[in-house]
């Protein structure tokens, strides 16, 4: 089957789950998160990698704690001392939330930004950009379950000095996102500044957030984090600027300008237990 038919095949999908499409204002279906998206033949044994959804999940699957509430805003683990990765558990050890790091030896060159640094936390030895699946206020408070057989009802980020909820549903994306392109497996990407300005070409590696969300059927089921640097971990994925062409309307020319590009480190995360089925 060559390309031109298996587009053909995701747009009849597509339409077919558009048509079945959840009303507007029923609860968030977020059955599952898995994260990593297959971007090459050596990444496809870790894509689509569900993650444990309690603390005693995590332990029995080789996670260790790595701060507790103690220190920060949840239980966190991580798995094979990999920073890419952290689950956030709630006081009930209940999966609460994800965050990745962003490492501090790169702060010489302003990577990350100043402005970028709101939206995460400083940890020591790194910044964490977390996302939680609840009303964060409440994960070290709460010991409950979520609060039906969903991983929960809202995606909030909380970083230092600015929390933000992503918009449940597309229409309401564009109030502060900017629209960015379909990819199959993915969904319809939109991609933020620091500020909620338009991402276009001209914006600079310090203003672009480092968090993208996901739309399919016009709901939010998927979101990530765009790293404005390279990053090893198997988790993460690097995509070319000839790539970046793909889920962007406007590559940022620091993305493809080979002298300033420090690289490109993207994590998918997906709220679904059928992300191969996203298309759009």
Known sequence: MNLSNVLVVFAAVGCILAANAAPKNEEPKWNDVKITFPASLEAATDAFDSMPKTEDEASRKGWKKEKDCSKVNGNRYIKDKDLSAILIFNAGGHLAGFATFFPKNFTNLGVPSEAQK????????????????????????????????????????????????????????????????????????????????????????????????????????????????????????????????????????????????????????YLTSTPEFNFC
């Open 118 to 269: 709101e939206w995460m936390t400083d940890d020591g030895e790194y910044y964490t950009i977390s996302s939680y699946f609840t009303d964060p206020d409440t994960v070290c408070k709460s010991r409950e379950k979520p609060s039906s057989k969903y991983i929960g009802d809202k995606l909030v980020f909380k970083g230092s000095k600015i929390t933000k909820e992503a918009p449940q549903y597309e229409a309401d994306a564009e109030e502060f996102w900017t629209l960015g392109k379909c990819f199959p497996a993915m969904g319809v990407h939109y991609w933020g500044t620091v500020d909620g300005q338009k991402l276009v070409r001209a914006s600079t590696r310090g203003e672009t957030l480092p968090l993208f969300l996901m739309y399919n059927q016009g709901r939010l089921n998927g979101y990530g984090y765009a790293l404005d640097i390279n990053l090893e971990s198997r988790r993460y994925e690097h995509p070319t600027p000839v790539e970046a062409l793909a889920f962007f309307k406007e590559v940022p020319e620091w993305i493809d300008d080979r002298k300033d590009s420090l690289g490109l480190s993207t994590l998918h995360v």
